[in-house]
């Protein structure tokens, strides 16, 4: 059984910190390209930031992400966080775990249940 669990969502003042974490069971996590998507009310889900398999996975991030939050892995945890600074109130949404893969039986995409980030301006 695929589990993806967040934690680590909830309020804060715009240009504070937070960092989410994910934590993975049921996959071989060493090998899965892991992301961070969020959806705000009335918006469609949007990739956040994303982090190739491997103890040096390649990042790539949104636009409006760029130079303020931070994906990383511990593949030793089963773990990705996102490490997010000087947030706005823009970045207002719930935040999902994704995990993407293949195995000898077909590709594989698994989502969390989801944490609120609210920013307070």
């Known amino acids: 059984q695929v589990q993806l669990v967040e934690s680590g969502g909830g309020l804060v003042q715009a240009g504070g910190s937070l960092r989410l974490s994910c934590r993975a069971s049921g996959i071989i996590f060493s090998i899965s390209t892991m992301g961070w998507y969020r959806q705000a009310p009335g918006k469609q889900r949007e990739l956040v930031a994303a982090i190739t398999s491997g103890s040096g996975g390649s990042t790539n991030y949104a636009d409006s992400v760029k130079g303020r939050f931070t994906i990383s892995r511990d593949n030793a945890k089963n773990t990705v966080y996102l490490q997010m600074n000087n947030l706005k109130p823009e970045d207002t949404a719930v935040y999902y775990c994704?995990?993407?893969?293949?195995?000898?039986?077909?590709?594989?995409?698994?989502w969390g249940q989801g944490t609120q980030v609210t920013v307070s301006s």
């Open positions: 994704n995990a993407k893969g293949a195995r000898y039986y077909g590709p594989y995409d698994y």
